[in-house]
T-cell receptor, first 112, second 113 residues
Framework: DGGITQSPKYLFRKEGQNVTLSCEQN?????MYWYRQDPGQGLRLIYY???????QKGDIAEGYSVSREKKESFPLTVTSAQKNPTAFYLC???????????FGQGTRLTVV | AQSVTQLDSQVPVFEEAPVELRCNYS??????LFWYVQYPNQGLQLLLK??????LVKGINGFEAEFNKSQTSFHLRKPSVHISDTAEYFC???????????FGQGTELSVKP
């Protein structure tokens, strides 16, 4: 079945550690996105990539990094520079503008 | 740059009543508009989208939305809601020329018996 997979579903890390969230899609979509979701703030765009080996910062990129070495993969690293990393993270993919974006089930990151 | 404002953070409504969830957007260029629904601890699912043509768009689960260019709005409506419609609803916009997908703050719809 085609889809987009995020792993793990739940992740716990100690403060000061970097952590990488996985996002894989087998939909052959060109564009991929990372959003952060906090209560009452909707989905805020962290990074997006419209083509392999290229990506752009979103509205809240500070403290995060990404790579897009393969079309199907868009991992997000939450670095120790991110001041408040505890949140629900959603990955999405989209074939192009105007088409439906497909979302993963999300990763809930808790930093203690 | 485009932006999206959802005017109500929470909308409580009784079962079988009509509901409208409001969305306004801001953009200097042509846009595509979307409504997504999110059930607890899950990803988002597309309800409907406006690309061009008829300003009244019908989606899944009996929802519809109307694009109003002069008021830059894309309000979501359903004539009779069910308990199962309880979820968070997100309005989103992207520029037609390959723009990124931007979401509003979300509206929590709570349907009570």
């Amino acid at each position: 079945d085609g889809g987009i997979t995020q792993s793990p579903k739940y992740l716990f890390r100690k403060e000061g550690q970097n952590v990488t969230l996985s996002c894989e899609q087998n939909l052959n979509h060109d564009a991929m996105y990372w959003y952060r979701q906090d209560p009452g703030q909707g989905l805020r765009l962290i990074y997006y990539s419209q083509i392999v080996n290229d990506f752009q910062k979103g509205d809240i990129a500070e403290g995060y990094s990404v790579s897009r070495e393969k079309k199907e993969s868009f991992p997000l690293t939450v670095t120790s520079a991110q001041k408040n990393p505890t949140a629900f993270y959603l990955c999405a993919s989209q074939q192009g503008g105007g088409t439906e974006a497909f979302f993963g089930q999300g990763t809930r990151l808790t930093v203690v | 740059a485009q932006s999206v404002t959802q005017l109500d953070s929470q909308v409580p409504v009784f079962e079988e009543a009509p509901v409208e969830l409001r969305c306004n957007y801001s953009s200097s260029v042509s846009v595509y508009l979307f409504w997504y629904v999110q059930y607890p601890n899950q990803g988002l699912q597309l309800l409907l989208k406006y690309l061009s043509g008829s300003t009244l768009v019908k989606g899944i689960n009996g929802f519809e939305a109307e694009f109003n260019k002069s008021q830059t709005s894309f309000h979501l409506r359903k004539p009779s809601v069910h308990i199962s419609d309880t979820a968070e609803y997100f309005c989103a916009v992207s520029e037609t020329k390959g723009g990124k997908l931007i979401f509003g703050q979300g509206t929590e719809l709570s349907v009570k018996p």
